[in-house]
């Protein structure tokens, strides 16, 4: 490795944390399984990975209620309690900075995906880990009327 490359990344300084997330898998994560688990316990069916809209996929959908999921991650996503504006240490402010790059990106796909006739449902990590059957609920809360011409 030469001098460049460890300092093509920005300035970003290596912290134990952040080679821990940026391995971080994206797809079926703990508490989206989890949650999944809770909602297929409920009797509910969905698909997994559907885009439901441009550049946009929600972690799983409930295809006959229309019904989008979303199971954000508290640090990427910038939960209140566990977001960027609690991060302490050397890149605090990068984080910040990129968290809420990922907020505004959050929102402009929820927004497409409503205008595109889903429900759309965010769930914070931390709401699956506290009370994953709770969770399962809210989701089961937006699945009452079957969406018209679909299933
Ligand atoms: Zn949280």
Redesign the pocket.
Known sequence: MTAEDRTSDRGWIATAAGEHLRGRRVKDTKPELTLRKAVHRLGLRFRLQRVVAPRCTADFVLPKYHVAVFVDG?FWHG?????ASVFRGPNADRWAEKISTNRARDERNTAAAEAAGWTVLRI????VKADPERAALRVAECCVTPARGTG
């Open positions: 508290c939960c209140p309690i566990h977001g914070w990590e931390c709401e």
